[in-house]
């Protein structure tokens, strides 16, 4: 298994900067702790900060040398808020934090990196709905069609996110020109037709950035897909 540098740093509402850095085993999910440079333990964010909350994403949960394909707050096993991803070099303004918690002990900050662009094909579809609630579906790109599934339950979009609608999102994605659904993905209801759509950032050539374009409202049975030509 190989390993890279994660990275980030936050701004609280009380004006302090969380520098955040750990080593994270790739092709799995790892904790992003308080770096000891500021600290005197590598710790928990929600240890570090507890009763205190996040007010600007002054750097993003960042891949040192590979690519970071989903980052979140973690709360006692569910997605609290999603987070914003980079890699090293290519990230280009900060960003408000997409939900506004107070964070508790034991929060965590999970990270899921690739070793190098492309290695497994990995990709991340990142929602937050009208109602708050946080949700990331992810999958390996392949040949033809790749519905993505809740990186926690397993469900698909449908499943998983029943009578909401999306607010912001981002799409994590490297696959280029092997891109065949609108150079992203598309949500497709119970009939398999598009009525959202997401296109792909490159954290290695772009900060992926959350938009509010293409947003969809789920029903039961609909599916997040990315189509690839080879």
Same mark, same amino acid.
């Given at each position: 298994?190989?390993? /890279?540098?994660?990275?980030?740093?936050?701004?609280l509402?009380?004006?302090?900067?969380?520098?955040? #850095? #750990?080593?994270?085993?790739?092709?799995?999910?790892?904790?992003? =702790?308080?770096?000891? !440079?500021?600290?005197?333990?590598?710790?928990?964010?929600?240890?570090?900060a507890?009763? =205190?909350?996040?007010?600007?994403?002054?750097?993003?949960?960042?891949? @040192?040398?590979?690519?970071?394909?989903?980052?979140?707050i973690?709360?006692?096993?569910a997605? !609290?808020?999603?987070?914003?991803?980079?890699?090293?070099? /290519?990230?280009?303004t900060?960003?408000?934090?997409?939900?506004?918690v107070?964070?508790? @002990?034991?929060d965590?900050? /999970?990270?899921?990196?690739?070793?190098?662009?492309?290695?497994g094909?990995?990709?991340?579809?990142s929602?937050?709905?009208?109602?708050? &609630?946080?949700?990331?579906?992810?999958?390996?790109?392949?040949?033809?069609?790749?519905?993505?599934?809740?990186?926690?339950?397993?469900?698909?979009?449908?499943?998983?996110?029943?009578?909401?609608?999306?607010?912001?999102?981002?799409?994590?994605?490297?696959?280029?020109?092997?891109?065949?659904?609108?150079?992203?993905?598309? &949500?497709?209801?119970?009939?398999?037709?598009?009525?959202?759509a997401?296109?792909?950032?490159?954290?290695?050539?772009? /900060?992926?950035?959350?938009? =509010?374009?293409?947003?969809?409202?789920?029903?039961?049975?609909? &599916?997040?897909?990315i189509?690839?030509?080879?």
């Open positions: 298994m190989t390993t /890279q540098l994660a990275t980030a740093s936050f701004m509402n009380t004006g302090e900067i969380v520098d955040l #850095s #750990s080593t994270v085993t790739d092709n799995a999910e790892g904790e992003l =702790k308080v770096s000891t !440079l500021y600290s005197v333990a590598a710790v928990s964010i929600g240890q570090y507890e009763g =205190k909350s996040i007010a600007q994403v002054i750097s993003p949960v960042t891949a @040192a040398t590979g690519q970071m394909t989903y980052a979140y973690n709360r006692r096993g997605i !609290l808020c999603v987070l914003p991803v980079a890699q090293a070099g /290519q990230a280009w900060p960003q408000a934090p997409l939900a506004g107070t964070l508790q @002990a034991g965590t900050i /999970q990270c899921f990196s690739v070793a190098t662009a492309n290695a094909r990995y990709c991340a579809y929602v937050v709905t009208q109602n708050g &609630v946080h949700a990331i579906f992810a999958g390996q790109a392949a040949s033809g069609n790749v519905d993505l599934t809740h990186i926690l339950s397993g469900a698909n979009i449908g499943g998983a996110l029943t009578g909401m609608r999306i607010a912001c999102h981002f799409f994590v994605c490297d696959e280029g020109a092997l891109i065949s659904s609108g150079n992203g993905l598309y &949500v497709l209801n119970d009939r398999g037709l598009p009525i959202g997401c296109m792909a950032s490159n954290p290695t050539q772009v /900060q992926p950035i959350p938009n =509010k374009m293409g947003l969809a409202s789920i029903g039961l049975n609909f &599916v997040a897909r189509i690839c030509s080879a």
